[in-house]
């Protein structure tokens, strides 16, 4: 069975900043995997998606890599701004039963906090 | 295009009530999903459908059922509302098997007392 985990769960920062988010994943047959952020009380807002072929994805100050074999992808986040504070949340795709991906394992998610 | 919409917002329940969360897409996508997410969790899948007639269980479906009678409408019911049914639930959609960006609705937040 599929496991996600995100460290950590929390992160404070200053304005500024460069940071990492961490997710690991247990069981690398993976079809792709997605980064989310989530505004308290709202749904969630696709950032990146890496297929499982891909190394990298970027959009704008955003980057995440995915190294299948170890089971881990990172979200590097350049120059952090307090609009950048939201939780965020890691998810990888099972090779479903047509050979496509049809289901998301989530993690838990981290919670940052990025101070003026 | 409006994108993925649910209905209700919010909705506070008594301990036995149903009730049926609708969710609604105009992106002509064929695969749709309900998840559930409590405090401090991630999104836990309930039940996902591939396409219209078509409808499979997530991983926790227990006290819940739908159905998929069109493309664009995918309601969840809850038949016998539960405390353990608290929760905010989301339904999404997603472009195909292929790529599987998938587009979350705003949620519901319901509450079972």
């Known amino acids: 069975k599929q496991e996600v985990t995100q460290i950590p769960a929390a992160l404070s920062v200053p304005e500024g900043e460069n940071l990492v988010l961490n997710c690991s994943f247990t069981?690398?047959?993976?079809?792709?995997l997605q980064w989310f952020r989530q505004d308290p009380g709202k749904g969630l807002t696709s950032l990146l998606l890496?297929?499982?072929?891909?190394r990298e994805q970027t959009s704008g100050r955003l980057n995440a890599s995915l190294d299948k074999s170890s089971g881990r992808s990172t979200l590097y986040i350049a120059a952090s701004q307090p609009g950048d504070s939201a939780t965020y949340l890691c998810?990888?795709?099972?090779?479903?039963?047509?050979?496509?991906?049809?289901?998301?394992?989530f993690g838990k998610g981290t919670k940052l906090t990025v101070n003026p | 295009n409006a994108g993925v919409t649910q209905t209700p917002k919010f909705r506070i329940l008594k301990i036995g009530q149903s009730m049926t969360l609708q969710c609604a897409q105009d992106?002509?996508?064929?695969?749709m999903y309900w998840y559930r997410q409590d405090p401090g969790m991630g999104l836990k899948l309930i039940y996902y459908?591939?396409?219209?007639?078509?409808?499979d269980k997530g991983e926790v479906p227990n006290g819940y059922n739908v159905s998929r009678s069109t493309t664009e409408d995918f309601p969840l019911r809850l038949e016998l509302a539960a405390p353990s049914q608290t929760s905010v639930y989301f339904c999404?959609?997603?472009?195909?098997?292929?790529?599987?960006?998938?587009?979350f609705g705003p949620g519901t937040r319901l509450t079972v007392l």
């Open positions: 998810a990888v795709s099972s090779i479903g039963r047509t050979g496509g991906s049809e289901k998301l394992v």
């Open positions: 069981d690398s047959a993976i079809y792709n």
């Open positions: 890496i297929q499982s072929s891909q």
């Open positions: 992106m002509n996508h064929n695969y």
């Open positions: 459908s591939v396409g219209a007639g078509i409808t």
């Open positions: 999404a959609t997603t472009t195909s098997a292929a790529y599987n960006e998938q587009f």
